[in-house]
């Protein structure tokens, strides 16, 4: 649904004939055209990252930004084929594929059919809360791993050699071994093309330097015959519409790609909801995740059903799309026609293309990927605490996030994204297993508790040990808070224990249990165990599940608790 960008923050979406400003018209089409100048170059070169005919990509992109135009929730998302999803494509293809070309086609238009029906399906069944189980240090840490793996692979056309199959570390040293033979002229080529669409970048963004870039190599490979002088160039490309209808495989291949799928439309939905909230943030409306999930679904269905490719959401062409002053999907609705009449008109011009430059355009796309100042940002945030009690663990986003990057380097794309995926919750699951127990003491003057190990102003209370769960308490890491209270009750002198329940945001029955025994214990060594400032969920489940009188009755404050304890009330 087409949405104009209303005064209320929170207004439901307009339809175009209810709600559209006519004078929005201009920025819309403007921005279309500038949106249309970064994306056929890129959907040249995103296509050839996932393994077929350059022109595939502009075939995906028309009926993609209608479909989601009609069926997404954001105003500024513009979709089309990308980087991280051409290269699971090309994964996931070429492990089904008998390496016919034409059956390699077949099979990533069929790719794109699978993820779009996973993705609708995932939407009418309001499956978008998923994306959540992909965290951001994950997504990080797979896509540095994945542009490092692109341009690993790009290089070889940049330097003029063969290259290599494999994994990152593979395809350098394949890289490092053809050396030998790289090609002078292709290097000027294609290292000129890489430095001017940086330098564009940089100095002028809005100019669409890929576009330049690619408009520049072929008048110059068509003025000096560079293909006769060992410069590779795209070569032939079909003119015309695409064939539409399904892609033309059977079952058992379409059983193949469906397993892949789903780890296609992980990464292309949490990329592309990624991007769609940025700029919903900056236009003051909501994006709707259920929705978004049906827009992809459909974008995929009409990219797959036009012989093209997987498409997603793309954060660059969206940044694009909004500085260029879009209001409205009808942006994006300019930029199919703009596509159809460069498969009709121009596609011949791109015959004469250096693949040095199209390998540059990649480069250029996917280098600004390799984040590693997050992963450095990651690194830097860890609790002191925790660090005593977890060691590395206590940098769990960082560890999410270079186990999804070195999956991705070692393993593959899409090994490593459920490596990286596996890690963060596998890390998730060993902190929450061993929850902070902080020792907390009495600040002289206004009496407040606060933990010792941060505050040296505070004070223990002679004969009672405070101490606050930092987390659930529940099957997996009752025993340890049991250790843990246990020894602090061992303190010479204690006469009594108690916990201050205020950062415990739930706990099950087994951890009642638990408590029930060792106040038990803990009497038998005339040592008392009180509670204080439980939360709702806490106190529902001690008063259902026939804890003992001493744990049901709760101190609202941990200083009445405290002088329970003292005067043995």
Known sequence: MISPPDEGAHARPVPLPAGYRWQWLGRDALAGATVWAVLVP???????????SPVVGLYAAPAA????????????????????????????????ADGSGAHFAALTAALAVTVG?????????????????????????????????????????????????????????????????????????????????????RTAPVVPGSLIAVALGIAV????DLESHGVAVVGDIDTGLPSFGFPDVSLDDLGGLAAGSVGVLLVAFAEGLGAA???????????DADRELIGLGA???????????????????????????????????????????????????????????????????????????????????????????????ARPDFLAAVAALLG?????????????????????????????????????GNGHFTALDRHRDSRRIPGVVVLRVEGGIYFANAERIRSTVGKAAGRDGATA??????????????????????????????????????????????????????????HPTVREAVEAARTGT
């Open 42 to 52: 890129e959907a040249l070169a995103y296509a050839t990252i996932a393994g077929v």
């Open 65 to 96: 930004l209608i479909l989601y135009a009609v069926l997404g929730s954001s105003r500024h998302l513009v979709v089309g084929p990308m980087a991280a999803t051409a290269a699971l494509s090309a994964a996931i293809v070429g492990d089904a």
């Open 117 to 201: 029906l996973a993705a609708l399906l995932a939407g009418l069944l309001r499956l978008g809360f998923l994306a959540s189980f992909i965290s951001e240090p994950v997504l990080k840490g797979f896509i540095v791993g994945l542009a490092l793996t692109i341009v690993a692979g790009q290089l070889p056309k940049l330097f003029g050699v063969e290259g290599g199959p494999g994994d990152f570390f593979e395809k350098i040293w394949a890289l490092a071994g053809d050396l030998g033979a790289t090609s002078g002229l292709t290097v000027l080529v294609g290292a000129g093309s890489l430095l001017l669409i940086l330098v564009l970048r």
């Open 221 to 224: 490979a068509a003025a000096f």
């Open 277 to 287: 909230k940025n700029y919903a943030v900056r236009g003051h409306y909501e994006v």
């Open 299 to 393: 974008a995929g269905l009409g990219a797959g059903l036009s012989s093209g490719m997987v498409v997603n959401g793309s954060l660059s062409k969206t940044a694009v799309n909004w500085s260029a002053g879009a209001r409205t999907q009808l942006s994006g609705v300019f930029v199919a026609p703009l596509t159809v009449l460069t498969l009709l008109f121009l596609t011949g011009l791109f015959e004469k293309l250096p693949e040095a430059v199209l390998a540059a355009v990649v480069i250029a796309a996917v280098v600004e990927l390799v984040d590693l100042a997050s992963l450095a940002a990651l690194h830097r945030v860890f609790t002191r605490r925790l660090g005593q009690d977890y060691g590395v663990a």
């Open 408 to 444: 991705v380097l070692v393993f593959d794309t899409l090994p490593g994204l459920f490596i990286g995926i596996g890690a963060s919750l596998l890390l998730l699951l060993y902190r929450s297993s061993r929850p902070v127990v902080s020792e907390l003491g009495q600040l002289p």
């Open 497 to 554: 224990v108690v916990i201050d329940a205020e950062t415990v945001p739930f706990i099950d029955v087994s951890a009642v249990r638990m408590l029930d025994q060792l106040a038990g214990e803990l009497k038998a060594r005339g040592v008392r165990l009180l509670l204080a400032r439980d939360v709702g969920q806490v106190r529902d489940v001690l008063s259902t599940a026939d804890a003992g009188a001493e744990l049901r009755h709760v």
